[in-house]
């Protein structure tokens, strides 16, 4: 803490955070996708993992894994960049009024909580991009919308929905990120205290461990509201204009009544291959690049 106050001010120390988390974040993704897609797939009721790789690879080839890559790596440059850098600024702010002691869990869940909320905010457009990008393919021909890229889609959605159309689905992507960032924030630096303090383990190990327990909670506690994030974000309205669902809340009661709570929970595994690795690698990239930057003195 001490070195930090020692570095010269000004407009790097406080963008620093925001500029490694998303980085970390968009290595990340690049990593992730492919299982991002099939989870993707999944939940929109096409079949197992199994069944989904080898449906893609046979009727849309390889590059089908990578597609909305581009609104992939934009929602971690939006999304994750805020999220990272405001826990960063949150959890800095209270160890300082905490005189320097290390934060109890539940002030970790809270910054976790704030900065998922901001970070959804910040990243809703290019999250809607992502989702409709993904879900292109599993509709109709006539139905598809058949963007380019990111900035495609963001452009058409405004052109063709209008402005407010980018926060679509931006309640329960909200929730949804207050979760995942609660239960991946706090549960990480709970893990690395406990991995490291009272275990001993080295670095990497405590890196890793606490990048498993942090990648499981975070996929438990926000699951059910990304699964219903999807389907409010892919719905398209019926031949009279009507949509299957009025909100998040009448998603959650109608799937709750039709499925039960375990279709909340639909493509829980490969949903936690993919956060858990996603957690791993952005901690590790994160590690990498702050140990890069010191090195040259940043």
Known sequence: MGEEKAKPKGVWPAVKPFVNGGSAGMLATCAIQ???????????????????????????????????????????????????????????????????????????????????????????????????????????????????????????????????????????????????????????????????????????ATIGGASAVSGFFAAACSLPFDYVKTQIQKMQPDAEGRYPYTGSLDCALKTLKSGGPLKFYTGFPVYCVRIAPHVMLTWIFLNQIQKLQKGVGL
């Open 34 to 204: 492919p299982i991002d897609m099939i989870k993707v797939r999944i939940q929109l009721g096409q079949g197992s993992a199994a069944q989904v790789t080898k449906n893609m690879l046979r009727n849309e080839g390889v590059k089908a894994f990578y597609k909305g890559l581009s609104a992939g790596l934009l929602r971690q440059a939006t999304y994750t960049t805020a999220r990272l850098g405001s826990f960063r600024i949150l959890t800095n702010k209270a160890v300082a009024a905490n005189d320097g002691k290390p934060l109890p869990l539940y002030q970790k869940a809270l910054c976790g909580l704030t900065a998922g909320a901001i970070g959804a905010c910040v990243g809703n457009p290019a999250d809607l991009a992502l989702i409709r990008m993904q879900a292109d393919a599993t509709l109709p021909p006539a139905q598809r919308r058949n963007y380019t890229n990111a900035f495609n889609a963001l452009y058409r959605i405004v052109a063709e929905e209008g402005v407010l159309a980018l926060w679509k689905g931006a309640g329960p992507t909200v929730v949804r990120a207050m979760a995942l960032n609660m239960g991946m924030l706090a549960s990480y630096d709970q893990s690395v205290e406990f991995f490291r303090d009272s275990l001993g383990m080295g670095e990497a």
